[in-house]
């Protein structure tokens, strides 16, 4: 008899637990860009905006956070991706995305 955890990528050796991993990291990571590009897509929209409606705003943040915890907690609950490689590649994203938005449109200056 076959229990729910020896269906995890972590128990399968060689390529295919190192393949598992491989995917749930770029779910991770899809998911966190796609977050973030949303996230800025609301901030550059307000910021472009001459006027900015309060409920307008919290109405699209909320949509967005709603999606991602509902979407997330679903393929997690289904057993789609393992928690922690997800969640390495999430925050890969975001960091990624963060240094990238901190050096975008800077001048390099070389010696």
């Known amino acids: 008899m076959e229990s729910k955890s020896d269906s995890s990528p972590f128990e399968k050796g060689g390529l295919r637990g190192i393949f598992h991993l491989g995917i749930n990291f770029l779910v991770g990571i899809v998911f966190g860009t796609l977050n973030f590009w949303l996230l800025y897509r609301i901030v ?27 979407t997330i907690g679903l393929i997690l609950w289904k057993g789609y991706v393992s928690l922690l490689p997800f969640l390495g590649g999430y925050t890969v994203s975001l960091i ?13 200056h070389h010696a």
């Open 44 to 70: 550059r929209g307000m910021v472009a905006s001459e006027t900015v409606s309060k409920r307008k705003t919290a109405f699209y943040f909320l949509a967005k956070m709603t999606l991602l915890f509902v």
């Open 96 to 108: 990624a995305g963060i240094v990238l938005g901190l050096f975008k449109n800077k001048e390099v």
